[in-house]
C-alpha cells in the first residue's frame, strides 16, 4: 500500500495478517493527520530494497545515475546473497564480518573490500536516520575496524609515475585528439575525468595563468571547488582545440574517428569496394549506427591508450624492438606530482592536484631520492 508518498508492506494477499496490517496502518495514518510513522522492517530483504530505491535517488547528476549506484547496487547485492531472510535485528558485526570474508574469498582488493563495508555501514547510517533500526545496532557496526595492510584481501602495487620517454612512444598509434589530452595531463595534472569534460566556458583565459574550474568533480559532494591551474605549455596545446560554442567539449570522439577513418583512406593500397561509393552510403542512411558520445569519459581515454600501446608493442615485435611498458593515464598524475615535489613544498603540490589533505598528496608524489642521497653521502 501507498501513503503520503511512501510503500508499506503487509504481507501475503489475502492472508488475516495483511488485512490487520492494512487496516492499522490506515487506522494511523488516519489518527495522525496523514503524516504516517516510519515503516517498519523485519529481515534485511526488506531493508536492502529500501535503501536500493533511496540510492537510485539520491546518487543522480543531471538526471542520470552516477557511477556509485553500481558501486552500492554491488555493496546490496553481496548482503542480500548472504543475509536477505536474516532479520534486521540480529545483522550485527560477525555478520559484518562474514561479508567482508567472503569478498577476501573472491581475491578483491584490500581498498575495495573495505569501501564496500563502508557502505554497508552507509545503509544502516539511512536506516537509523529513518528510525527502521536502533541507533546502538549502527553503533556497532562502526566498531568493525577496516583491513590493514597484510590482514586480509588482495594487495594492489604502488602506482608508480610513468617516464616522458615511454609516453611519446605511443604519439604515432593515437589520434590527435588522445595525444592532445596525454600532453594537456602530463602539464598539469589534473584527474582524467576532469580533463574529458572540458568546456570553453569553464575556462577563465583572462589572466597569464589559465584556471580552469569542472562543471563536476571529484570532492564535489563534500562541498570543494576544484580549480585547475593551466600555464602557457598547456595553454599552446589548448589552443588548438578551443571552441566557438562555450558550451561545448573541447575533445570529442567523433573528430577522433573522422581522423582515424582519414589515416585509413589515405593508407589503403586497394581499390574501395562498391559499398564504400557516396551514393551507396547516401542510401545506407535509414541503417542504424553507433552513435558516438559528445565528450571522452576516463574509462574510454584510457581504453584508447591500452590500444594504442599494443599497436606500438606489435609493431616493435616485428622490428625486434623493446616493448612499451604499459601504462595508465593514472600514472600521468603521479608524474606531474613527482616532478612538483621535487621543486615545490608540499601544499603548492596539494593545491595543483586538488587534494584536501598533504597526506594525500605524498602518496601521489613519489619521494625524491636525490635529497636523501645527498644526506646520506654528508652523513653517513
Known amino acids: 500500500m501507498r501513503l503520503s508518498g511512501r510503500d508499506y508492506y503487509c504481507g501475503k494477499w489475502g492472508t488475516p495478517q495483511a488485512e490487520a496490517k492494512y487496516h492499522r496502518r490506515i487506522a494511523e495514518w488516519l489518527a495522525t493527520g496523514e503524516d504516517m510513522p516510519p515503516q517498519s522492517v523485519t529481515t534485511m530483504a526488506e531493508l536492502l530494497a529500501g535503501y536500493a530505491k533511496e540510492v537510485s535517488r539520491v546518487y543522480r547528476r543531471n538526471g542520470r545515475k552516477t557511477p556509485e549506484v553500481y558501486n552500492q547496487a554491488a ?12 532479520p534486521v535485528t540480529d545483522f550485527g558485526i560477525p555478520q559484518l564480518k562474514r561479508c567482508r570474508q567472503a569478498m577476501i574469498d573472491e581475491g578483491r582488493v584490500r581498498q575495495a573490500i573495505n569501501r564496500h563495508i563502508a557502505r554497508i555501514r552507509q545503509m544502516f547510517e539511512w536506516a537509523a536516520e529513518e528510525r527502521l533500526v536502533a541507533p546502538a545496532q549502527l553503533a556497532e557496526l562502526k566498531c568493525l575496524r577496516p583491513l590493514r595492510s597484510g590482514r586480509g584481501g588482495r594487495e594492489t602495487k604502488r602506482v608508480q609515475p610513468v617516464g616522458w620517454e615511454t609516453v611519446r612512444q605511443i604519439e604515432p598509434w593515437v589520434s590527435p585528439t588522445i595525444w592532445a589530452m596525454i600532453q594537456l595531463q602530463w602539464h598539469t595534472g589534473m584527474r582524467s575525468g576532469e580533463m574529458t569534460i572540458m568546456r570553453t566556458c569553464d575556462i577563465d583565459m583572462t589572466g597569464e595563468v589559465w584556471l580552469y574550474r569542472p562543471e563536476h568533480h571529484k570532492t564535489e559532494h563534500h562541498g570543494h571547488e576544484r580549480v585547475v591551474a593551466i600555464g602557457p605549455v598547456a595553454q599552446e596545446i589548448l589552443k588548438n582545440w578551443v571552441r566557438a560554442d562555450g558550451g561545448e567539449y573541447l575533445f570529442q570522439p567523433c573528430e577522433a574517428e573522422d581522423a582515424r577513418n582519414t589515416a585509413k583512406r589515405e593508407s589503403r593500397q ?4 562498391p559499398s564504400h561509393d557516396p551514393d551507396v552510403r547516401r542510401r545506407r542512411r535509414h541503417q542504424k549506427k553507433r552513435k558516438l558520445a559528445d565528450h571522452y569519459n576516463k574509462d574510454s581515454y584510457a581504453r584508447a591508450i591500452r590500444r594504442a600501446i599494443a599497436k606500438a608493442n ?26 612538483a615535489r621535487q621543486q615545490f613544498e608540499p601544499d603548492f603540490v596539494r593545491t595543483s592536484l586538488g587534494h584536501s589533505s598533504v597526506d594525500t598528496t605524498l602518496i601521489y608524489a613519489e619521494q625524491d631520492l636525490l635529497k636523501a642521497a645527498t644526506v646520506a653521502k654528508a652523513l653517513g
Do not use: C, M
Open 75 to 86: 555493496a546490496i547485492r553481496l548482503v542480500a546473497r548472504l543475509y536477505a531472510d536474516t
Open 270 to 273: 586497394t581499390p574501395p569496394w
Open 314 to 339: 606489435e609493431s616493435k615485435i616485428k622490428n625486434q624492438k623493446t616493448e612499451i611498458e604499459t601504462w595508465t593515464p593514472h600514472q600521468l598524475r603521479h608524474a606531474f606530482g613527482t616532478r
